[in-house]
């Protein structure tokens, strides 16, 4: 009886086995979906680009989001441009699918694009100082900057594309002689991030001067574009600085409310020696430190808060001794002097 059971089984799996349709063969084809751009804003638009491979034995390239299709292409280089992104942070996905000769289908890679709610909106600070479109910061070869885009509240992605141009009126660089863009160690988003060094080029002699405009672009929205102008010079030495303030004696007495411009002078310098400084009062209560109304930019304050420049204005409010002190931005020299505020 057992016997009769397992030939009974036998010849049951056989005959499964008979008619059981064979699965049908896979295409050779391989396909990967990318978006370009991945992060884009309400109302913006991405293209989808799908590389398939071999491209010779392709038919079409369908593409879909989510199951819905948005159109055919059986031409190389396989894209569809996509728009119609309404919803603030939903992530879209799509897929692309490849038929090929014969018929076979192979389905691509799934791409997101996140959607933001408006275009980008940011400030880039060069060094210590925010920057304006097209102003000028003058460094030295042997310095390295660093650079920051600050995004508003709310923006989807920080990622920056920074790229180094000539002035419009200087001929096309070579090699680095523009200096180059590197990553901060260790940040994942390279020189993508939101912050990265400038290395200004490397000058031979002191009578030269390179001028580079540094340009800070948004990734998320391209037309968001941030520049400044860089003067890179060879960096020169002094024994010292010094400050004079106008219309002092010698004991340096200073009317109550009374603004006096004081200004470094380089002490037996060699080469090319900028001289800004920043500048503190020993006890900020005594006074105010401004920047003098022709200064043209070079006095200003930099994101800690601190005044900086060649010359500043103090104006005493209160009596008694305070020391007005400037840090030399060149090379760490310093000097102080006192100042006796009087009636």
């Known amino acids: 009886m057992k016997l009769l059971r397992y030939l009974g089984l036998l010849g049951l799996s056989l005959f499964v086995a008979c ?13 990967s979906l990318k978006a370009s751009p991945t992060e884009v804003i309400v109302g913006g638009l991405t293209v989808l680009q799908a590389t398939v491979t071999p491209s010779s034995d392709v038919a079409e390239v369908e593409f879909f989001d989510g199951i819905s299709s948005l159109g055919k292409d059986s031409s190389s280089p396989f894209e569809m441009v996509v728009s119609g992104f309404t919803e603030v942070g939903v992530p879209k996905a799509f897929k692309a699918v490849a038929t090929d000769n014969n018929g076979l289908k192979a389905e691509g890679l799934t791409a997101v694009a996140v959607v933001a709610v408006k275009p980008t909106n940011f400030q880039l600070t060069f060094g210590d100082f925010l920057t304006e ?24 992605s920080n990622r920056t594309k920074w790229t180094l141009q000539p002035r419009p009126a200087d001929p096309a660089p070579t090699g680095d002689s523009l200096g180059t863009i590197v990553a901060i160690p260790g940040d994942p988003d390279g020189l993508l991030s939101s912050k990265v060094r ?7 002699d002191f009578g030269t001067t390179v001028f580079t405009v540094l340009e800070a672009q948004s990734v998320q929205d391209p037309t968001q574009k941030r520049t400044v ?30 603004p006096a411009t004081s200004v470094i002078d380089t002490i ?21 430190l401004t920047c003098p109304s022709n200064s043209g930019g070079s006095c200003r304050f ?32 310093s000097d102080s002097i006192e100042v006796t505020v009087v009636p």
């Open 133 to 156: 479109d097209k102003g000028l910061e003058v460094i030295f070869s042997s310095e390295q900057i660093e650079l920051k885009a600050t995004y508003e509240a709310g923006t989807v």
């Open 19 to 31: 008619v059981k349709p064979p699965e049908p063969p896979k295409s050779p084809l391989v396909v």
């Open 268 to 288: 037996n310098d060699f080469g090319s020696v900028d001289n800004t400084a920043v500048w503190q009062l020993s006890d900020p209560t005594f006074g105010t």
């Open 198 to 204: 400038f290395v200004p080029p490397q000058i031979a």
């Open 302 to 333: 930099n994101t800690r808060g601190e005044i900086v420049g060649r010359q500043v204005v103090f104006t005493p409010t209160k009596l008694g001794k305070v020391r007005l002190i400037a840090d030399s931005q060149h090379d760490g020299r």
């Open 229 to 258: 102008l860089v003067a890179t010079r060879k960096k020169g030495t002094q024994d010292g600085i010094a400050i004079v303030m106008e219309g002092s004696s010698n004991n340096q007495q200073r009317p109550l409310g009374v």
